[in-house]
C-alpha cells in the first residue's frame, strides 16, 4: 500500500513546487512591471490597491522613497 501511494505523493509534491515557481515568476514580473510604469501603477491603484500598496512598502523597506509621494502628486494632477 505504501509503494502505491508514493508515485502520488510525488506527482503532488512537483506540482505544489511548479505552482510555487510559478507564483514567485507570476510575483516578479508583476514587481517589475510596477516598478518601471507609473501608468501601470495607477491602474494597479484602482484594480488591487492591496498590491500596490505592498509594492509601496516592499520598496520603502528597501530604502528607495518618494515614489508613493510622486505617484499621488502625478494623479492628483492628472485630475485637475
Known amino acids: 500500500m505504501a509503494q502505491n501511494m508514493e508515485p502520488l505523493a510525488r506527482k503532488i509534491i512537483k506540482g505544489v513546487l511548479a505552482a510555487e515557481v510559478v507564483g514567485v515568476f507570476g510575483a516578479y514580473i508583476l514587481f ?6 507609473q501608468d501601470f501603477r495607477q491602474t494597479m491603484s484602482k484594480t488591487f490597491p492591496f498590491l500596490l500598496e505592498v509594492y509601496y512598502k516592499s520598496v520603502e523597506q528597501s530604502g ?3 515614489i508613493r509621494e510622486k505617484d499621488q502628486e502625478k494623479w492628483l494632477d492628472s485630475k485637475n
Open 32 to 37: 517589475k512591471k510596477m516598478n518601471s510604469s
Open 64 to 66: 528607495i522613497h518618494g
